[in-house]
C-alpha cells in the first residue's frame, strides 16, 4: 500500500520549486490586526442602541484607520518609487537577453527591488524561464553608514549586495542595488535616503505615541484630545517634510536603462535610453493626507467644542453636565486668582452675577428641548420636558456646597 503511487520503493522527493515574495508579512500582519479588532467592533455593534451606535462607530473606525496609516506606512515600502520596462541581459553565464519591468522601492529602512518579465527569446536558452523576482536591501538596524567597501565594517546594504553576488542574483536588481553602494563624489544616494528614513521614522514613531496618548485622553476630557489630535496631525505632516527635504537635495537619483522593444538609430540620434526616475509613492502620500485630514479635524472639533460643547459631548460618549461643571470649575478658580472677589456669602462675585447663577443658566442651557404644548381644562397649558424642580434643586446643593 505505501508503494502504490511511487515508481521506485523509495519515500517521495519533489523537487525546488522557488517562488517569489508577493507580499510584505509584517504589513500584511499589521493590516491583519487591524482588521481583527475592527471585526470584532462589527459583531458588537447590534448591541449598542441609539445614537451611540453612530458615534462609537466614527470614533472606533477613525482611531483604526489612523493607528493603521501610522504603523504600515512606517514599515511599507512606497516612500519612493519607479517602474520601467527595459531590455537588459538577465544574469551571469548566459548571453541571453529579457524584457522585464523593473521596479525600485524605497522605504525608510531600505529598499525593495523587483524584476518580472519573460526571455526576448522564446525558444533560447531561457525558455520555460520563470522570471519573478523580489529582493529587499537593508540599510536599518543598525543605522550606520559603515566603511566603504563590503567587508564586516561596511554597511549593512553592502553586506547584503556582496551576498547577492554570491547567491548569483540576476543582472538588473544588482545593478539598482550596487547605486545604493557607493558613497563618493555625488553619489550618495544610501546616505540620503538612510538620513530621510531616520527622520521620518523617529516622527511617525512619536506620531504613534502621541496616537495612543490621545485615545486615552478622550476618555477623560475632551478638550485635551483636541489638542492632541491636532499635534498628532502635525507630526505627520512634519515627518512627510523631513523626507522630502532630505530627499529632494541635488542630485537626484536617476538610473539609466535600454528601452524595450527599440532598436537604436545612431545616425537620427535616437540610442533607446530611458532613466528610472523614482518619486514620491503611497506611503508619503498617505501619511501627508492623513495628516493634513487628521489636523483639520482636530480644528474643526476645537471650534465645536468651544461654542457648543454639547455637541461633542455625545460623540466622545461624555456627560454634558460634568463637562459643563468642570468647566465652571476651571473657571471659577481663574477668576479668583485674577479680578474675582468674595462677598460676605461666600460667593464669587463677577460682572453682578454669582457662579451659581452661571452654572444654573448653563445647566439650563444644555437641558433645554424643544418644547410641545397640550390643551388642558379651562384653556391651561401644560409644558413637556420641563426641568424639574427636583433636579435644579440637587444642583444648587452641589454648588453651594
Known amino acids: 500500500m505505501g508503494n502504490s503511487f511511487r515508481n521506485q520503493p523509495l519515500p517521495t522527493l519533489y523537487g525546488e ?21 475592527a471585526f470584532s467592533f462589527i459583531l458588537i455593534i447590534p448591541g449598542i442602541r441609539g445614537w451611540e451606535r453612530l458615534f462609537a462607530t466614527i470614533r472606533v473606525f477613525v482611531t483604526l484607520f489612523i493607528g493603521a496609516v501610522i504603523l504600515v506606512s512606517n514599515f511599507g515600502y512606497g516612500w519612493y518609487t519607479d517602474t520601467v520596462r527595459v531590455q537588459t541581459q538577465y544574469k551571469a553565464f548566459t548571453t541571453e537577453e529579457i524584457v522585464a519591468d523593473v521596479g525600485l522601492h524605497i522605504g525608510l529602512r531600505g529598499i525593495n527591488i523587483t524584476l518580472k518579465g519573460q526571455p526576448l527569446d522564446p525558444n533560447g536558452a531561457l525558455a520555460g524561464e520563470t522570471i519573478d523576482y523580489n529582493e529587499r536591501f537593508w540599510w536599518a538596524d543598525p543605522w550606520f553608514q559603515g566603511r566603504i567597501g563590503f567587508g564586516r565594517y561596511a554597511g549593512r546594504i553592502n553586506q547584503e549586495f556582496r551576498a547577492a553576488q554570491y547567491r548569483g542574483m540576476p543582472y538588473p536588481i544588482l545593478w539598482v542595488a550596487e547605486y545604493f553602494t557607493l558613497d563618493g563624489e555625488q553619489i550618495r544616494w544610501a546616505r540620503k535616503f538612510r538620513q530621510a528614513g531616520w527622520y521620518a521614522h523617529q516622527y511617525l514613531w512619536l506620531a504613534f505615541a502621541i496616537y495612543l496618548l490621545t485615545i486615552l485622553t478622550y476618555l477623560w476630557n475632551i478638550r485635551y484630545g483636541i489638542h492632541l489630535t491636532m499635534l498628532l496631525g502635525i507630526i505627520m505632516i512634519m515627518a512627510c517634510g523631513a523626507y522630502g527635504l532630505v530627499i529632494l537635495n541635488k542630485p537626484h537619483i536617476r538610473l539609466p536603462w535600454n528601452q524595450a522593444n527599440c532598436e537604436p538609430n545612431p545616425s537620427a540620434g535616437e540610442w533607446c535610453a530611458q532613466a528610472m526616475v523614482p518619486h514620491f509613492g503611497w506611503s508619503w502620500g498617505l501619511v501627508l493626507a492623513t495628516g493634513i485630514l487628521v489636523f483639520i479635524m482636530g480644528v474643526i472639533l476645537f471650534i465645536v467644542d468651544f461654542f457648543v460643547p454639547r455637541w461633542t459631548a455625545p460623540l466622545f460618549h461624555h456627560n454634558i453636565v460634568e463637562a459643563d461643571e468642570e468647566f465652571l470649575t476651571e473657571e471659577t478658580e481663574t477668576v479668583e486668582e485674577s479680578v474675582g472677589y468674595r462677598d460676605g456669602r461666600g460667593r464669587t462675585r463677577r460682572g453682578g452675577r454669582t457662579t451659581r447663577d452661571r452654572a444654573l443658566n448653563k445647566y439650563r442651557q444644555t437641558q433645554r428641548r424643544p418644547r410641545t404644548t397640550e390643551r388642558g381644562g379651562r384653556g391651561s397649558q401644560r409644558l413637556k420636558n420641563d426641568i424639574p424642580l427636583e433636579e435644579i434643586a440637587v444642583v444648587e446643593k452641589s454648588l453651594d456646597a
Request: glycine fraction near 10%.
Open 17 to 37: 520549486n522557488k517562488t517569489p515574495v508577493t507580499e510584505d508579512i509584517l504589513e500584511v500582519g499589521l493590516l491583519v490586526a487591524f482588521g481583527m479588532i
